[in-house]
C-alpha cells in the first residue's frame, strides 16, 4: 500500500527540504537528513551539526528502533582540572566543549538503514545553499542573540558569525556562513563518516584542541551511533515509546502511563491540566532520581514502567490538591521533526546544541557550532550524572511515537528542555483523550512546570488565555502558578503527524515556531 507522505518541522524551509525529497521518491530517512542540515543552517541557536541527534524509526509491521547519536564526554577530560576552576561546568568557550558531536553519526545511521539510493549531494544542497547565500534572520533567532549576547559575546568565532557590527542580531538581518557551507560540500563528497574520520575531523579536533577543549582526534575516531530498541509502554490508547538513557524519554512516557490511570476523574478542561501537571511531578521525581548514562544506570530505565510502579505514582495524586514543588530543573534548547514517507516509515527525529547558540564556539575553518551538552554533568563526586572520560551527559530531548489500537500511528515532539514530556502530553492528551483536532492540540494555550531555556523560574506557567480560563482555580488546588503571554516560545516548538490505517496523512506544526507541514499526495 502506498501511504501519503508528511514532514513537520519548526522551520517551514527544512519542512520544505524534507518535503522536497518525500516528493521525489525519497525516504523518511533521507527527507530528514536533508531537513535537519537545512534546520541546522537556519535555526542555529537551537541545533547544529556540532550538536546531538536522537531518532526513532518505525517501519510498518516492525518494531520501532532508535539511533542513539550522543557524544560522549572526552577520554582526556579531567575533572579534577574543572572542580578547581569552579563549582560548576563552564557555559562558553573551549572548556566548555567537552563532549563528541553525535548528530551526523545518527543521519549516516540512519541512511544505513532506509535510504533509496539517493546522493547525499542532492540531500545536503538546499543546506548548501542557504549557508552559503545567507538565511533570514526572524524573531526567535533575535530572541536568542539577546538573550546570550553577554554570555558569548566574547568569543571571537562567535562575534565573527552571529553578532554583526558587535550588536545583537535584528529581524531581517542577513546570516552567511561559508565556512559551514564548504562542510556540507566535504561531506557530500566524502561521505558523512568525513566528520569522524576523515580531514574534517582532524582539522576540527585541531581547533577544538587551540581554543581550550578536551576534546581530541581519538574521540572523533571512537565515536559511532548506536541502534537500540525504545523504552515502551502500553495504556488504554495504544502501545507508547521513546527513547531510552541517557534521555528523558522514559519521563515522557511516565507522564502519559500515569495520566492514563487517573484520566477518567478528569471532567472539565481544569482537571485535566491539573492532574498532567501533578502526573508530571511524579515522573520528574523518578527521572531526577535515575536516568544517566546507559551503562551507569542502576535498573534499565523500562523497570520504572512496570504497572506497580505506575499505579503507585497515580495513587499518590489527588485531583483537588497539588503536591509541593519544586524540583531541580533541566533547561535545553532543541528541534524536533516528524517525516513519513510513501512506504509508510514514519520517523520522530530531534537535535540539539543544548543551550541557545551552544558554547558559542564557532570552529574557523569548518563554521561548525559546537554544543554545551556538557552542562547537564555533575561535578559532585557522589552524584549519578557526575562528569567521567567517555560518559554520556543526560539529555532533555526525546522522540516519540506511538501505534494506536484503532490503526493509526503518530510521530510527535516538540523542542523545550524541561518542557518536552510535558508538550507532548498535552498534545497527545488533547488529541487522544479528549478528541481535539491535530492542530487545536498543538495551537491551544499551554502550561509549563519548572524552567526551561535557561530560565530559573519553577513554577507553573500558563499562557495567558489559559491563566485568565483557569489560573485562579488552579491556585485554590495549591499550584504555584503565573502565566506568560499566549503563543510563547517558552512552551516550546510542538508537531506531529498521525498516518491511519488506509495510509492517509494529517500534520501540525505549532504556531510558536516558524515552522509549517506540509504533505505529499
Avoid at 538565511?135 to 568565532?157: H, P, Y
Avoid at 484520566?263 to 498532567?276: F, P, S, W
Wanted: net charge negative; proline share 4%.
Amino acid at each position: 500500500m502506498k501511504h501519503q507522505t508528511a514532514f513537520t518541522a519548526s522551520h517551514h524551509k527544512a519542512a520544505q527540504a524534507g518535503q522536497n525529497i518525500l516528493d521525489a521518491g525519497g525516504t523518511a530517512s533521507e527527507a530528514m537528513v536533508a531537513a535537519a542540515a537545512m534546520i541546522a543552517v537556519q535555526y542555529p541557536h537551537m541545533n547544529s551539526i556540532g550538536g546531538d541527534g536522537f531518532w526513532i524509526m518505525a517501519k510498518p509491521g516492525e518494531a520501532p528502533i532508535t539511533i542513539d547519536a550522543c557524544g560522549a564526554a572526552a577520554s582526556g577530560v579531567n575533572v579534577d582540572n574543572y572542580r578547581l576552576l569552579s563549582d560548576e561546568l563552564p557555559e562558553a568557550g573551549g572548556e566548555a566543549a567537552i563532549t563528541m558531536a553525535g548528530t551526523i553519526s545518527g543521519w549516516d545511521k540512519a541512511l544505513e538503514l532506509n535510504a533509496s539510493g539517493m546522493p547525499l549531494q542532492t540531500l545536503l544542497q538546499p543546506a548548501i545553499d542557504a549557508a552559503r547565500n545567507g538565511i533570514e534572520v526572524t524573531q526567535s533567532l533575535v530572541n536568542a542573540s539577546e538573550k546570550t549576547f553577554e554570555r558569548l559575546s566574547g568569543l571571537e568565532g562567535f562575534k565573527h558569525l552571529f553578532l554583526p557590527n558587535d550588536r545583537t542580531l535584528q529581524v531581517g538581518d542577513v546570516l552567511t556562513n561559508p565556512a559551514l557551507a564548504q562542510t556540507f560540500e566535504a561531506l557530500a563528497e566524502n561521505g558523512l563518516d568525513d566528520f569522524y574520520r576523515g580531514e574534517l575531523a582532524k582539522s576540527m579536533a585541531d581547533e577544538l584542541n587551540q581554543l581550550g577543549s578536551p576534546i581530541r582526534l581519538d574521540d572523533f575516531h571512537q565515536h559511532q551511533a548506536k541502534v537500540m530498541a525504545p523504552l515502551r509502554v502500553e495504556t488504554s490508547k495504544g502501545t507508547l515509546f521513546n527513547f531510552g538513557a541517557p534521555t528523558q524519554g522514559v519521563a515522557s512516557l511516565l507522564i502519559l502511563a500515569i495520566y492514563d490511570r487517573v484520566a477518567k476523574q478528569a471532567t472539565n478542561e481544569l482537571d485535566h491540566v491539573h492532574l498532567l501537571v501533578e502526573a508530571t511531578k511524579q515522573a520528574f521525581i523518578i527521572r531526577d532520581q535515575v536516568v544517566c548514562d546507559e551503562t551507569c544506570l542502576e535498573k534499565p530505565l523500562q523497570a520504572w514502567l512496570d504497572d506497580e510502579i505506575l499505579d503507585a505514582c497515580a495513587e499518590r495524586i489527588s485531583l483537588t490538591q497539588a503536591q509541593p514543588w519544586p524540583h531541580v530543573a533541566k533547561p535545553g534548547d532543541t528541534i524536533w521533526m516528524g517525516a513519513t514517507d510513501s512506504d509508510g516509515t514514519m520517523v520522530s527525529f530531534i537535535q540539539s546544541i543544548y543551550w541557545e547558540f551552544g558554547s558559542g564556539v564557532v570552529l574557523p575553518t569548518s563554521g561548525v557550532l559546537w554544543n554545551v551538552r556538557a552542562k547537564s554533568f555533575s561535578l559532585d563526586a557522589s552524584h549519578h550524572n557526575v562528569l567521567a572520560p567517555n560518559k554520556k551527559p543526560f539529555h532533555t530531548l526525546n522522540p516519540a511515537y506511538a501505534e494506536l489500537k484503532d490503526g493509526r500511528r503518530i510521530s510527535y515532539g516538540t523542542m523545550g528542555g524541561e518542557g518536552q514530556p510535558q508538550t507532548q502530553a498535552c498534545l497527545f492528551s488533547r488529541f487522544f483523550y479528549q478528541e481535539k483536532s491535530l492542530k487545536d492540540a498543538v495551537a491551544l494555550p499551554r502550561w509549563l512546570l519548572g524552567r526551561t531555556w535557561g530560565d530559573e523560574t519553577n513554577n507553573l506557567r500558563l499562557e495567558k488565555s489559559l491563566y485568565q480560563q483557569m489560573g485562579q482555580a488552579l491556585i485554590e488546588r495549591g499550584h504555584d502558578v503565573t502565566f506568560v503571554d499566549d503563543n510563547n516560545e517558552l512552551m516550546g516548538h510542538a508537531g506531529a503527524i498521525v498516518l491511519d490505517a488506509q495510509g492517509q496523512a494529517c500534520a501540525t506544526n505549532d504556531p510558536r515556531s516558524d515552522g509549517t507541514f506540509l504533505l505529499g499526495e
